[in-house]
Nanobody
């Protein structure tokens, strides 16, 4: 059974940091594009970052550039999202997602077939 499990969410003050983890099981995702999305209450699910295989440059949505870093540990079949300088606007449920296919940049939730259950991130002002 293919599964993604997120962890690392929590409550943090503005300006603080969190590191989210997404542990994959059921098959290796080392060559699969993997992404982080987030969804705030009453809002659409939005793309945050994606990491691709082959040393291709990760891609971020503009609002997190310079603050968030996506990385992968292929040996652990795990993807991370390091979040620094957090803002109240970053408050959301964060989801990990994976897809098969090309390494082209995909930012729509419908492009991803496998999803985790989400982890809550709350940033207080």
């Amino acid at each position: 059974q293919v599964q993604l499990v997120e962890s690392g969410g929590g409550l943090v003050q503005a300006g603080g940091s969190l590191r989210l983890s997404c542990a994959a099981s059921g098959r290796t995702f080392s060559t699969s594009p993997m992404a982080w999305f987030r969804q705030a209450p009453g809002k659409e699910r939005e793309f945050v970052a994606v990491i691709r295989a082959g040393g291709l440059t990760p891609y971020y949505t503009d609002s997190v550039k310079g603050r968030f870093t996506i990385s992968r540990d292929s040996a652990k079949n795990t993807v991370y999202l390091q979040m620094n300088s957090l803002k109240p606007d970053d408050t959301a449920v964060y989801y990990c997602a994976a897809r098969s296919g090309s390494a082209s940049i995909k930012t729509a939730p419908t492009d991803y077939a496998i999803w985790g259950q989400g982890t809550q991130v709350t940033v207080s002002s």
